[in-house]
């Protein structure tokens, strides 16, 4: 009889589970498989393991089934602003966690860390000292700033509206004693994509978002339009999400008024159609994809603001919020999630009206939407 964890090993694409086989990492395999076959994970263990000198600490993993897997903790890495490797350094990254860990690495965490995976309690503190001789810095867990994300941006993209790169640069050197040195009431993670498209899933996944944008019209090449297809070119307008196109005796029109920039029809026609000139981001805050009162994407905070070194504007808002967040956030509590217990209304003349944030009615009429829907058994024929 197959195993669970072995049907994971069937199919065309690869496998995880055969990548455990080959570095050895058989312990996992069985609680795996333990798992698939219980419905129910075997690690008893979250939070952080200590490491002397470091508060943030190393993500803590403990099996109740010691017998075959007793501690497999995770190192989290700060990645290069976006995922630019060498790989003579990612090769003495290897050789480390081959000595003392699993030698498994996960590129990447939701973070956006480099995540190394599987070490025994006893090898924390030697694998901590031979990467910090190697300049790698850590990520933590617990209330801290998590490590930020920012997708590859004008280095390897032209859709790019903001420099993804330098903005992640100065943010983590603005913020990296609260990277190390937990202080909030939870997590704050802040992802930066660099258009809409959101390549880093920022929209569902950080607590402050920065997603490179454009306020003036879509540019677009009539002419070099007319090289699609013109089924195609019905075809997108009419699945717009907002209905904001039309297209008449060949020439195609956007009510920028109605447009929310999702970046579908750019994506659709590449070559005739671009962002426009007037660039900056847009700000969301208090997404999270899972936590005590559902899945939240984030509330619109700033429609659109201007994305400029030394980001002296953007920071001073990242510290307001944090700030009061700090001072009312309840223990294990999003920024999301106290916005939510007292009102976004509320929220928005403590911290907006200081901050000088204007409202819109946007962010009260419908301030999210969860981007999954939970039922029970039997309520749902």
């Known amino acids: 009889m197959t195993r669970p964890v072995e049907e994971l090993e069937k199919g065309k694409w690869p496998s995880y589970v055969t990548e455990w086989k080959k570095a050895g990492y058989t312990g996992l395999v069985e609680i795996y498989n333990k798992a698939l076959e219980d419905k129910r994970t075997h690690f008893k263990h979250g939070g952080m ?217 750019i994506n659709e026609f590449p070559k005739a159609l671009r962002p426009g000139d007037d660039k900056g981001a847009t700000i969301l805050i208090g997404a999270r994809a899972r936590g005590r009162i559902g899945a939240f994407l984030g509330w619109t905070l700033i429609p659109f603001i201007k994305v400029e070194a030394p980001y002296t504007r953007l920071i001073e808002i990242i510290v307001g919020i944090q700030d009061w967040w700090d001072e009312i956030g309840n223990p294990k509590e999003r920024v999301g999630e106290a916005i939510y217990r007292i009102g976004f209304g509320k929220f928005l003349f403590e911290v907006g009206k200081k901050l000088g944030i204007d409202p819109v009615p946007q962010m009260i009429t419908r301030p999210r939407a969860n981007p999954f829907w939970f039922y029970w058994p039997g309520e749902v024929e």
């Open 49 to 265: 393991v200590g490491y002397p000198g470091y508060d943030a600490g190393v993500i803590g993993r403990l099996s109740d089934m010691p017998e075959v897997l007793g501690s497999s903790h995770i190192f989290r890495i700060i990645e290069p602003a976006g995922w630019f490797y060498k790989t003579e350094s990612l090769r003495k990254v290897v050789d480390v966690w081959t000595k003392y860990g699993s030698g498994l690495l996960n590129f990447h965490g939701a973070t956006g860390n480099l995540q190394l995976v599987g070490v025994e309690t006893e090898n924390i503190e030697p694998a901590f000292e031979a990467l910090a001789k190697l300049h790698y810095d850590f990520g933590g867990s617990g209330g801290d700033v998590r490590t930020l994300a920012a997708c590859g941006g004008p280095a390897i993209c032209e859709y790019s509206n903001i420099d993804t790169l330098d903005l992640y640069q100065v943010l983590t050197m603005r913020f990296i004693e609260d990277i190390h040195r937990p202080r909030f009431p939870y997590k704050w993670k802040i992802k930066i994509p660099g258009c809409p498209n959101d390549c880093v899933a920022a929209t569902a996944r950080s607590d402050f978002a920065v997603i490179g944008n454009f306020r003036d019209a879509i540019k677009i090449d009539q002419d070099i339009l007319k090289e699609y297809p013109e089924e195609k070119i019905l075809k997108v307008v009419n699945k717009c999400p907002t209905s904001c196109m039309s297209y008449e005796n060949g020439k195609l029109d956007i009510d920028m008024g109605n447009c929310t920039r999702c970046m579908y029809c």
